[in-house]
């Protein structure tokens, strides 16, 4: 296996695993800034070691080993900390001879270590940890974004519209202020449960939609990240059942996972909401979702904020084609939203809303008030809405220009092409006219 080779393989384990592993970490060394540490520097030995041995048959389990071992090593030095060493070895002692890598033994060893782990109950308490109350709230999901996300401090930024300095202070002063506090990694009861929710939901948030629209690189979406938000707030509804933004969460996310076979065409390229097959949309997380959301409402939580997004994405999940979709409610539920949590995000929205409900200029007009919000500066999606309505009113040369804009701004491939082409249609029609 080639370096290269190498880096591909460790980088689609970790998007995969890393959630588990530093969950799995955090549970037996109590300390969620070292569990990150150990995680990487497992990382680390697979980029040295499987060019050589190639990628072994459960390579979760074997970065979940390793870093073990490091933990030991580390807790060997350190005699405050000899009974979490001792834990960890005798757990350590069964899997395999420390001393020779045997790929069989190796492999059969470690798969039957992963397969004991209670995992669901190590990513609960992962995410509740990080969303301690012994942290401010900006802290809070940017550190359970990148333990639970495996998101980087780019992406973290970028989903809150803030510079990336920000965010790794942030997280650095977080990690550190869990260990000063000795914060147990542990999933909290009923008492405790509400001062962690709302961060909770918002990282579950922030990570689904990381998975349904990749802020950057090569892949439109990550579906992986979709699926494990969504695991992780069925268990949360399971633990918090009369919390009904729970439910509005689940509902949202639901819907939102029941569209993404319909996202992409036969050679991966993206495609828009209203051009989707919608027999390709799963009616059975339809289902689920539409559940969800009327658990939210008969709970009491149809105003919230979670239970608002799910009932829009509602609307678009009970029209069979395009255009039978309801925008003029969908227009009236962001208006609601916007008042219930005010954001220049859920402003654009509203535009777009707007224009298929009262047509284009409706839309711009409102879309030209945030042109001088400072926090969507750099927002891709604020220039190729603008763009799209442009088109729509028949200025294609002011339209090419925003997706020109916008195609700069983005940092997914897959987007950047799709906005790219958008900007030459709008070139041809220009020419054209």
């Known amino acids: ?33 070292l569990a990150e540490e150990l995680a990487q520097d497992a990382v680390v030995a697979a980029l040295e070691q499987w060019p050589g041995s190639g990628v072994p048959a459960n390579p979760g389990a074997w970065l979940t080993t390793v870093a073990k071992r490091r933990a030991i090593d580390l807790f060997r030095r350190n005699r405050e900390l000899e009974r979490k060493y001792a834990q ?43 969303c301690h109350p012994v942290l401010a709230v900006p802290a809070r999901v940017a550190l359970t974004l990148r333990l639970l996300g495996g ?82 707030g069925r268990l949360l509804a399971q633990l918090a059942p009369a919390e009904p933004e729970v439910h509005g969460l689940v509902a949202l996310m639901e819907i939102q996972a029941s569209r993404i076979a319909a996202r992409t065409g036969p050679s991966g390229q993206p495609v828009l909401l209203l051009d989707q097959d919608r027999a390709r949309w799963d009616r059975l997380l339809i289902n689920r979702g539409l559940a969800a959301l009327e658990r939210a409402e008969k709970l009491g939580g149809a105003q ?46 509203r ?4 224009s298929m409900a009262y047509g284009p200029q ?32 028949g200025r294609p040369a002011e339209a090419q220009a925003e997706f020109e804009r916008a195609a700069a701004l983005t940092r997914n491939g897959p987007e950047r092409e799709l906005t790219a082409m958008r900007a030459q249609e709008a070139r041809r029609a220009r020419t054209a006219g």
């Open 304 to 349: 919230g904020p979670y239970a608002l997004q799910a009932a829009i994405a509602a609307c678009h999940a009970r029209a069979f084609r395009a255009g039978d979709t309801d925008w003029a409610r969908i227009a009236g539920l962001y208006g609601i939203l916007a008042s219930v949590l005010p954001s220049p995000v859920v402003e654009l929205n």
């Open 88 to 130: 960890i070895g005798r757990d350590l002692e069964t899997e395999f001879d420390q001393a020779v890598f045997d790929q069989a033994v190796f492999d059969q060893a470690v798969f039957d270590q992963a397969a004991g782990d209670d995992i669901d109950d190590d990513m609960l308490r992962l995410i509740f940890t990080a």
């Open 1 to 33: 296996m080639t370096g290269s080779d190498a880096h591909a393989a460790v980088d689609a384990v970790v998007r995969i695993e890393w959630a588990r592993l530093v969950a799995t970490l955090g549970r037996y060394t109590g300390d969620v800034g």
């Open 351 to 354: 535009a777009v809303a707007l």
């Open 362 to 393: 409706a839309g711009l007009d409102l879309v030209d008030q945030l042109v001088a919000e400072p926090s969507l500066r750099g927002y891709h999606l604020l220039a190729s809405v603008r763009g799209d309505l442009l088109m729509k009113l």
């Open 151 to 232: 998101l980087t401090t780019a992406e973290i930024a970028r989903a809150y519209l803030v510079p990336e300095p920000t965010i790794a202070q942030r997280i650095v002063r977080a990690k550190k202020t869990l260990a000063k506090a000795r914060v147990p990694f542990e999933t909290p009861d009923s008492q405790q449960r509400p001062s962690r929710l709302s961060s909770v939901l918002e990282a579950m948030y922030l990570i689904f939609n990381e998975g349904y629209s990749a802020t950057a690189g090569d892949d439109w979406m990550r579906p992986d990240l979709c699926q494990e938000a969504l695991r992780l």
